[in-house]
């Protein structure tokens, strides 16, 4: 559990934090269900305490009614132009080049671009949003 802690404090900490709201569980077994996976423990404290997050240098995909970050509207779409590995859901879409990062049900967080392939670049999403705010 301390890590799930250190998760949302480090959100919290986040410069020029913005959320939505959180959310319930079955907004987010819904999402899940629609996307037909499941998402990371850490993925669900985040949705469940955030909604969705933009801050400096980052903007998370969540649910919300923003569509450009919605995780399912984000999700579908690459599913259709069949960039992202089925289990996988879009975590943050960079927008440049194609440059998608995904998380799978483990919590392990892969960046995507077109025509190379999938590469692990941490094992959650506190890891993540972590590498994130170095710069």
């Given at each position: 559990m301390q890590k799930m802690d250190?998760?949302?404090?480090?959100?919290e900490q986040l410069q020029g934090l913005r959320f939505?709201?959180?959310?319930?569980?079955?907004?987010i077994s819904d999402a899940e269900t629609?996307?037909?996976?499941t998402f990371a423990e850490d993925y669900k404290l985040y949705l469940s305490k955030f909604g969705q997050v933009e801050a400096e240098g980052i903007?998370?995909?969540?649910?919300?009614?923003?569509?450009l970050t919605s995780v399912v509207i984000l999700t579908?779409?690459?599913r259709k132009i069949l960039s992202i590995p089925p289990k996988?859901?879009?975590l943050e879409n960079i927008g440049i080049d194609g440059l998608i990062y995904s998380q799978d049900v483990t919590g392990a967080v892969y960046q995507l671009?077109?025509?190379s392939p999938v590469v692990k670049v941490a094992d959650s999403l506190l890891q993540y949003i972590e590498s994130i705010n170095k710069k």
């Open positions: 250190k998760l949302i404090s480090r959100i939505t709201g959180g959310v319930s569980p079955e907004d629609l996307l037909n996976l903007e998370l995909s969540g649910l919300s009614n923003k569509k579908q779409h690459e996988h859901y879009v671009l077109p025509n």
